[in-house]
Every structure is written in C-alpha cells, then in structure tokens.
C-alpha cells in the first residue's frame, strides 16, 4: 500500500527566510508526487509534481521540491518566505502507471510572520 | 471558466436528515472525486467516478451515495445523517485517473451534523 508522511503538524519561519516542508512517501513502483496549497474556506490548488527527469522540480509562487529517490523524500521549499506563504500544505503520491489513487499526507501548517 | 463549482458552502443538519452535496465541473474532465478532509487527518477517498454512469467505491463510502448521470454533475447523496458524517466535502476532477495531471479541487462545502 502507498502512504505518504508529512512529520510536522506545523512550520514556523520569519518572512525573507528560506522555508522547508517535509514530505516522505512509500510506493511499489515509481512515484508521482504532487504539493498542494489550501488557504483558509478554500480547496486545495496544485503547486507543482515529479513525474520523471530532474530531482529538482520549480512550481508556483516561486517554491520548489527535490525529489530523492535514496530517501524516499520529496521536500518543498522556498528561498524567501513571505507572510502570504501562510497556509495548509499538502504532499501527496500515486504509483505511477497504474490505476492507483492518489494519497495525501495529513497536511503541515506554515506559518511565515514579520 | 469556473473549474470546480461546490454548493451549498455551509450546511447544518439533524441526525437522520438527509442531503445532497451539489458538484459540478466545466473542464470535461472524465474523472470525478469525492473528499473528505477531518481535522490532522488529511484527505480521504469516498467515491470516485471514471466517467457517466460509472462509479466506485473508495476509501470511506459508508453512508453515503453517489451518481454520475453526465460528466459535468457529480452529487454526493448522505441519506441519514450521523455525527461522525460532520466534515467538510471536497470535490475534485481530473482528465483522466492514470496520469500525472494533478486534480482540480472545489472549494468545499462544510457540514455539521447536530
């Protein structure tokens, strides 16, 4: 079974200082790996995926994931937070090529403040 | 283009009520989703549709009932309402199932059961 781990229930950070989400999945095969975004009374928005090719993937609002297959890790981040930033973060994972459903981790809250 | 359409976006029932969570999509999306999302426990799968006339089952689908009679509507049917059905519903399509193309998420409607 897939699964995926996302260990803080919470992230704090001061704005202009790099950010850190941490996600950790576990799949059979090959992974596709996505980050979501919700903000307050919203659903959840696509920030950015790994299919295949680079580890390092660029996405929306200016964050970025690294893939490490070793590790079984698929990390966001972001150079400089800003107060904006602040929102539920979702990993989530699906076994690539199959008819798998897509699987979330049970969110991290960032916090960014001035 | 409005993507993902939830109504109502607030609900309160009574125990042994019954309702129907309205959804519907203007991207042609053949697959369909219904979410649950509880408090520290991320997402969960109740039903998931691959096209008209075609649904299944997914993670957590007791008590509740869905049909799919053309590809934009995806109603999710609670027939008697139970307290641990208080949550908020999200709705989310995609155009196919099997791929790496992310899912497009409505902003939710949010039940309480008294």
């Known amino acids: 079974a897939q699964s995926v781990a996302q260990p803080e229930d919470q992230v704090n950070v001061a704005e202009g200082n790099p950010l850190t989400v941490k996600c950790t999945y576990s799949?059979?095969?090959?992974?596709?790996l996505f980050w979501y975004v919700q903000y307050p009374n919203r659903g959840l928005q696509f920030l950015l995926k790994?299919?295949?090719?680079?580890?390092l993937v660029k996405g929306s609002y200016g964050f970025e994931a690294e893939f490490n297959k070793s590790q079984t890790s698929f990390h966001l981040k972001k150079p400089s937070a800003l107060v904006s930033d602040s929102a539920l973060y979702f990993c989530?994972?699906?076994?690539?090529?199959?008819?798998?459903?897509?699987?979330f981790g049970t969110g991290t809250r960032l916090q960014v403040t001035l | 283009n409005a993507g993902v359409t939830q109504t109502p976006k607030f609900r309160i029932l009574k125990i042994g009520q019954s309702m129907t969570l309205q959804c519907a999509q203007d991207?042609?999306?053949?697959?369909m989703y219904w979410y649950r999302q509880d408090p520290g426990m991320g997402l969960k799968l109740i039903y998931y549709?691959?096209?008209?006339?075609?649904?299944d089952k997914g993670e957590v689908p007791n008590g509740y009932n869905v049909s799919r009679s053309t590809t934009e509507y995806f109603p999710l049917r609670l027939e008697l309402a139970a307290p641990s059905q208080t949550s908020v519903y999200f709705c989310?399509?995609?155009?196919?199932?099997?791929?790496?193309?992310?899912?497009?998420f409505g902003d939710g409607t949010r039940l309480s059961i008294l």
């Open positions: 989530a994972v699906r076994e690539a090529g199959t008819a798998s459903k897509l699987t």
């Open positions: 549709s691959v096209g008209a006339g075609i649904t």
């Open positions: 989310a399509s995609s155009y196919t199932r099997d791929s790496n193309q992310p899912q497009h």
């Open positions: 790994y299919i295949t090719g680079d580890n």
């Open positions: 991207m042609n999306h053949n697959y």
């Open positions: 799949v059979s095969g090959n992974p596709y």
